[in-house]
């Protein structure tokens, strides 16, 4: 009977509890790119801290970056900027210099 108890399925995540991966995930601004169609790319930013206006943030990517873009309500991630192109470096370089945030956390993903 002893034998047939490695077939019970284990969560190896569940010992990690809301204390875990989830407190430091939220710390991260993620920079991500995501392809339509062609040639089209969308850059999204979530994590922004909750001392920075979004509105007032996309309202600044815009027009420094020649773009369109919009704020999008998300359940799980909350607040998500949302830039046509890819604006990855620029937005993380701005972010940094005139931000004022540590470049070690954001993560940039993408190709």
């Known amino acids: 009977m002893s034998a047939i108890q490695n077939l019970q399925s ?3 995540f569940a010992d990690l509890g809301d204390s875990g991966e989830t ?5 991260y ?3 991500r790119i ?10 999204t930013i ?8 979004k509105k007032r943030m996309l309202k600044i990517f815009k027009k ?3 773009c369109n873009g919009t704020l999008v309500e998300d359940e799980e991630l909350g607040s998500v900027i949302q830039l046509q192109g890819d604006q990855r470096t620029k937005v993380m370089t701005l972010l940094v210099d005139e931000g004022g ?3 070690k956390m ?3 993903h993408g190709f």
Do not use: C, W
């Open 10 to 12: 284990y969560d190896p």
């Open 23 to 27: 407190s430091t995930q939220q710390e």
């Open 29 to 31: 601004i993620h920079i």
């Open 34 to 43: 995501q392809q339509r169609n062609g040639r089209k790319t969308l850059t």
């Open 46 to 53: 979530q994590g922004l801290p909750s001392n920075f206006d």
């Open 64 to 66: 420094d970056f020649a």
């Open 101 to 103: 945030v540590d470049k």
């Open 106 to 108: 954001i993560k940039l």
